[in-house]
């Protein structure tokens, strides 16, 4: 997150014309103008005549959410149609791996329970610089301290 993505199209041989080559950007599970930001999904580059490559970039948003994995797919085709793409490969998926760590800590250093309750509320916090889009699991170990446990004290 937070790092502009750079694609590179690249022909296997230099050619005597202009080659546009027709981009399209489609939300995976990763939403244009939250995760990422592109000017329009749709669009065509054009790698000029002699020269073997053109690029572009993609902003990846830094959401400061603490969230899953995201993606968002690039396909490309030749324009004309009477152009083809030697390259098996004329789509991709990009993952955004979020940079954003959710912080649990303890509100307070000690906790008092009553012996009849059987229980104790502890209270947590999570960190206040980033919201988080899932569940938070944290787990709490009591040390040994000056009870003895098992219904003694």
């Excluded at 054009?46 to 994995?69: C, K, P, R």
């Excluded at 793409?85 to 954003?100: K, M, Q, R």
């Excluded at 919201?131 to 004290?153: E, F, H, Q, R």
């Amino acid at each position: 997150e937070g790092n502009p993505l750079l694609v590179n199209i690249t022909l296997s041989d230099v050619t005597s014309e202009d080659v546009v080559v027709e981009v399209n950007i489609t939300d995976g599970t990763a939403t244009v103008g939250i995760d990422y930001i592109v000017a329009t999904s749709l669009f065509n580059v054009t790698i000029s005549a002699g020269v073997l490559s053109s690029s572009f970039s993609i902003n990846i948003i830094d959401d400061m959410i603490h969230e899953d994995i995201e993606t968002f797919n690039i396909a490309i085709r030749a324009i004309p149609t009477c152009l083809s793409l030697e390259s098996d490969i004329s789509s991709a998926v990009v993952t955004i791996i979020d940079n954003d760590v959710a912080v649990v800590t303890l509100l307070y250093s000690s906790y008092d329970a009553l012996e009849s309750s059987g229980r104790m509320a502890v209270a947590v916090s999570l960190s206040t610089e980033i919201v988080s889009s899932k569940d938070i699991a944290c787990a709490i170990v009591l040390l040994p301290g000056t009870t003895t446990g098992n219904n003694v004290d």
